[in-house]
């Protein structure tokens, strides 16, 4: 099982300020099968980016990811009041096929 | 605009069977794989399984002696049961759609406690 690790596991920003989330893999991720989500309150985990750095449709050009291998990176490049929230990644791989990251929750500071 | 909504009991007693729905609206053939993930404070997000499109089905080696997912695509429906639960399997159930990447669309989940 590939195990994803976030960190850190809470990031204390102001808004306008430039967010960076990681997340390790224990094993070599294929860029193509790397995803984040984004999840409030009471909501649904809603996709940001696929492999490793595609915008989902309607997603902010404010939100980036990159990385390949086992290190991955998601940046909020400005962040605006409705960004702070807990953030997911997520791969597809091996047995069992996805697993997810323990998030990362982003809070106003 | 593709939707989903998850319904079942809210409460299962300890050693019965869970049994959720989700049902599809507005599927987009790029959304074939349709899975149950849940979710709790201590394990997080997990996925459980799949029912693919074109009939196939795969779930997590952890709870696969006691998933069954189904998928009837004429109704755009598709269903989870969870045999002999506990007090571990308490959680907010999600269903979602996607390609076999990753997960498009969600539900908005609904939470079912496992207690007598």
């Known amino acids: 099982e590939i195990v994803l690790t976030q960190s850190p596991g809470t990031l204390s920003l102001s808004p306008g300020e430039r967010a960076t989330l990681s997340c390790r893999a224990s094993?070599?991720?294929?860029?193509?099968?790397l995803a984040w989500y984004q999840q409030k309150p009471g909501q649904a985990p809603r996709l940001l980016i696929y492999g490793a750095s595609s915008r989902a449709t309607g997603i902010s050009d404010r939100f980036s990811g990159s990385g390949s291998g086992t290190d991955f990176t998601l940046t909020i490049s400005r962040l605006e009041p409705e960004d702070f929230a807990v953030y997911y990644c997520?791969?597809?791989?091996?047995?069992?096929?996805?697993?997810f990251g323990q998030g990362t929750k982003l809070e106003i500071k | 605009q593709v939707q989903l909504q998850e319904s079942g009991p809210g409460l299962v007693k300890p050693s019965e069977t869970l049994s959720l729905t989700c049902t599809v609206s507005?599927?987009?053939?790029?959304?074939?794989?349709w899975s149950w993930i849940r979710q709790t404070p201590g394990k997080g997000l997990e996925w459980i399984g799949y029912?693919?499109?074109?009939?196939?089905?795969d779930y997590n080696p952890s709870l696969m002696s006691r998933v069954t997912i189904s998928g009837d695509t004429s109704k755009n429906q598709f269903s989870l049961r969870l045999t002999s639960v506990a007090a571990a399997d308490t959680a907010v159930y999600y269903c979602a759609t996607g390609d076999f990447r990753k997960f498009d669309n969600w539900g908005q989940g609904t939470l079912v406690t496992v207690s007598s």
């Open positions: 029912f693919s499109y074109g009939g196939g089905t």
């Open positions: 094993q070599s991720v294929s860029s193509t099968y």
């Open positions: 507005g599927v987009s053939s790029r959304s074939n794989y």
């Open positions: 997520q791969q597809y791989g091996s047995s069992p096929q996805y697993t």
